[in-house]
Structures are given as structure tokens and as C-alpha cells.
């Protein structure tokens, strides 16, 4: 039986070798902490990957390479069909990512994978997915992955790439919490100290003070002295 199956399979690549080996890829675009990108792709067939695209073979049928931030990979030439855009707030990222038309180009490498084949875009990312159509987001454990799956140019009209990501920098949230905690601890000082400063008011306050009479000079030497009385009364 297990002999059967193993020719039915060596049957049917030999009726199709280009329609399965040439056909299958897939693309992986890993975003790492620090806004490092780093591309794997894997195909059956080496010559699809374009030369000019900067990319480094690492066994014969895989092919990487590295760019410096979403800024240097939208200028790329020979990348996937996306382009990205980050908004910064404090110390969270949103970045949108969406199709770019300009960039499918023929003998990019993107366009000869899907020329005739299939396979799938897979976008792994430091962060949380918000949104990614119409691609299919992995479970909690298993991390922050978009996967696409695409079909030849004749099946696909126009290839879909939405994502919404928001990613967190470490070192500048660490600072916001402090800077935060600080302030929250300022606040409460001040607030103690003017609690304090009104108790304090309250009980030691001027306007409770009984006010005492300082007789002037006049007074005094008219008021009669103990020498005085003791004269009369002999």
C-alpha cells in the first residue's frame, strides 16, 4: 500500500512538475523589536527570485535578507506589493500597512512567484494585530502572525494587503512611567502639604488670638504705683 501511494506521487510530479514545484512559496516578512525587517522567502524555483532585489541565498532554495525600517523598505524595488505608515503617540506605534499597486511590477520577485503559482505572505509582528485582511491571524499563543494566502495572476483580480499593527517601545514607555509616577507622587505630596497647611491654619490661626492692651507711658505713670497705696493707708 505504502509503495502505491509513493507512486502516485511520483506520477504525478512528473505530469506537473512546473505547475507544483515552480507554483509553491512562501514569503516571510519577520518584524522584529527596533524596526528591523527581516525577509525570508522559499521557493522550488531559484531563478524567480530577482538578482537586483538584495537578496542573500542561504540554501539552495531560500533566500534572506535585512532592512532598517518600514522608511527603507517602502523604497525598496523588489519587495511585497505593501506600503507602510506609522503614527507615533508617546510611546505606541500604529502603523498601517495596505497595497501598493506601484510596486507590482513584472520582474520584481513578487511577480514572478505569482505569475503562475501560489503560496503565502506571512507578516510577523512585535505587537498587537488590529486588523488584517483578508488574511488569517494566528491565536495568542502561537504570537502576532498574518498569514495571506495567494493565487496565480489569472485567479486574482488584485491582491489584498490590510493590516492595522500597534507596536510598543520599551525604553520610551519606561520613561513615560516614570515620568507619570513621578507626577502622580508630586500631586500627592502637594496635596498632603496643603491639608496640612490648613489644619495648621485652622488651629494656630491669628484671628484667634485674644488680643492684649500694652499700656503707653502715659498710663503708666498715671496709674497709682504699690508705693503709693501703702503711703496713704498709714
Not at 24 to 52: C, H, I, K, R
Not at 137 to 152: E, H, L
Not at 165 to 176: D, G, M
Request: with cysteine; net charge negative; glycine share 6%.
Amino acid at each position: 500500500m505504502r509503495s502505491y501511494v509513493v507512486f502516485l506521487v511520483l506520477v504525478f510530479l512528473w505530469v506537473c512538475p512546473a505547475q507544483v514545484l515552480a507554483a509553491d512559496f512562501e514569503w516571510t516578512l519577520n518584524w522584529q523589536n527596533g524596526q528591523l525587517l527581516t525577509e525570508t522567502v522559499v521557493s522550488s524555483d531559484p531563478d524567480l527570485v530577482s538578482p537586483e532585489g538584495g537578496w542573500e541565498k542561504t540554501a539552495p532554495n531560500t533566500f534572506s535578507r535585512q532592512t532598517e525600517g518600514w522608511a527603507a523598505y517602502n523604497q525598496l524595488s523588489d519587495k511585497l506589493p505593501i506600503v507602510a505608515k506609522t503614527k507615533d503617540y508617546l510611546a505606541v506605534k500604529v502603523t498601517k500597512i495596505t497595497l501598493d499597486s506601484a510596486a507590482y511590477q513584472e520582474g520584481t520577485t513578487f511577480y514572478e512567484l505569482t505569475r503562475d503559482g501560489s503560496g503565502q505572505i506571512k507578516i510577523e509582528v512585535p505587537g498587537l494585530i488590529m486588523k488584517a485582511q483578508p488574511a488569517i491571524k494566528s491565536q495568542w499563543s502561537q504570537g502576532f502572525t498574518a498569514t495571506w494566502n495567494t493565487g496565480p495572476q489569472a485567479q486574482s483580480e488584485e491582491y489584498r494587503f490590510d493590516m492595522i499593527a500597534i507596536t510598543i517601545e520599551i525604553l520610551p514607555s519606561i520613561i513615560s512611567l516614570l515620568v507619570i509616577g513621578w507626577g502622580i507622587i508630586w500631586m500627592v505630596y502637594r496635596r498632603q502639604v496643603k491639608r496640612m497647611e490648613r489644619l495648621i491654619d485652622a488651629r494656630y490661626s491669628l484671628d484667634k488670638v485674644v488680643p492684649v492692651e500694652i499700656p503707653n507711658m502715659e498710663q503708666i505713670e498715671a496709674a497709682p504705683s504699690d508705693n503709693d497705696e501703702k503711703t496713704k493707708n498709714i
